[in-house]
């Protein structure tokens, strides 16, 4: 069936280092993709989205890439702070449908 | 501030006792929705509304109500709680001039149901 996933469910790295979160979409028919941070007791935060006419968005220190070819997503965060531990959703939203559809997330661990 | 604001926070009932839990946004934001939240599940949308009046079934509405009298306020109703509605509990909105906008999310309810 149709379903936004993550490829690993947690990733450990090491501050300073670089972090690339994976997601794959099945349905075509999506045309935006949003990246959320999520902190334990918090609600979802918007962090950065693309849409489908586009491959790549940079902003502050993250970098999404969407490859339409393969339907793969991913965030890239660059030199990874403590404060960059949670866990991060894809969301898709598929052509005329009005809702967000939401991966199962990756928790991220920045370590020491 | 723009805000999504959900009471309460935390909310322990038993079996059957009705409850409502209140989501309120200062965005003028027409569109709203509630998700629940489940470990491995991820978000799942249970009901949306896309103006004042206009509801609609998300993925998980069973069990669930929900009313959009004013614009700014969209309450979630458990007429009946159960225990397989345990789980934490978003309210979200966006701006539906733009749909490929990012939703804003409140902090979350977290339910158990005993």
């Known amino acids: 069936g149709e379903s936004v996933g993550l490829h690993l469910p947690t990733l450990s790295v090491q501050e300073g280092d670089n972090s690339i979160i994976n997601c794959a979409y099945s349905?075509?028919?999506?045309?935006?993709f949003i990246w959320y941070k999520q902190e334990s007791g918090k609600g979802p935060q918007f962090i950065i989205d693309i849409r489908s006419n586009m491959d790549k968005r940079q902003g502050q220190r993250v970098t999404v890439l969407l490859n339409k070819t393969v339907k793969h997503l991913s965030l890239q965060i660059a030199a990874t702070q403590p404060g960059d531990s949670a866990v991060y959703f894809c969301?898709?939203?598929?052509?005329?449908?009005?809702?967000?559809?939401f991966g199962s997330g990756t928790q991220l661990t920045v370590l020491p | 501030e723009a805000q999504v604001t959900q009471n309460p926070r935390y909310l322990i009932t038993v079996t059957g006792k009705k409850l409502t839990v209140t989501c309120s946004q200062n965005m003028n934001h027409e569109y709203m929705s509630w998700y629940r939240q489940d470990p491995g599940l991820g978000l799942r949308q249970i009901y949306y509304s896309m103006n004042v009046e206009v509801t609609d079934k998300g993925d998980v509405p069973e069990g669930y109500k929900v009313s959009r009298k004013e614009k700014r306020n969209f309450p979630l109703i458990l007429e009946s709680p159960s225990p397989n509605q345990t789980s934490l509990y978003f309210c979200?909105?966006?701006?539906?001039?733009?749909?490929?906008?990012?939703?804003?999310f409140g902090q979350g309810t977290r339910l158990t149901v005993v």
């Open positions: 979200a909105s966006r701006d539906r001039d733009s749909m490929n906008t990012e939703a804003f």
């Open positions: 349905n075509s028919a999506s045309d935006y």
């Open positions: 969301a898709e939203k598929r052509g005329s449908a009005r809702q967000l559809t």
